[in-house]
Nanobody, 124 residues
Framework: QAQLVESGGGLVQAGGSLRLSCAAS???????????MAWFRQAPGKEREFVAA????????YKADSMKGRFGISRDNNKNMLYLQMNNLKPEDTAIYYC??????????????WGQGTQVTVSS
């Protein structure tokens, strides 16, 4: 069974930083270094949106250049871990953040396996 578990969310003031982690186990762990990984987020009342993705070789894609300057996606294939470093957080970054495993791309449908999500709340 594929399992992805996010951690690291919480409440932070605007301008602060958080580092999200996603641990892969089961099928997701055994195949971790074969697939792309990604972070998505879903704010209240909004659709889930792509944040960033990273291939198994480490190539990265971000939702926007502005996000690339504040967010950094990385992975450790030896530990089956995915990370999202978030700096200079803004209230509009408030959302549930999900990690996902799949074939890459920026659409939810590109990813077959999902974690349960971790809440990030940025206060102004």
């Amino acid at each position: 069974q594929a399992q992805l578990v996010e951690s690291g969310g919480g409440l932070v003031q605007a301008g602060g930083s958080l580092r999200l982690s996603c641990a892969a186990s089961g099928r997701s762990g055994r195949t971790f270094n074969l697939y792309a990984m990604a972070w998505f987020r879903q704010a209240p009342g909004k659709e889930r949106e792509f944040v960033a993705a990273i291939t198994w070789t480490g190539s990265t894609t971000y939702k926007a250049d502005s996000m690339k300057g504040r967010f950094g996606i990385s992975r450790d294939n030896n530990k089956n871990m995915l990370y999202l470093q978030m700096n200079n957080l803004k209230p509009e970054d408030t959302a549930i953040y999900y990690c996902a495993q799949g074939s890459g791309g920026v659409r939810s449908s590109d990813y077959a396996y999902w974690g349960q999500g971790t809440q990030v709340t940025v206060s102004s």
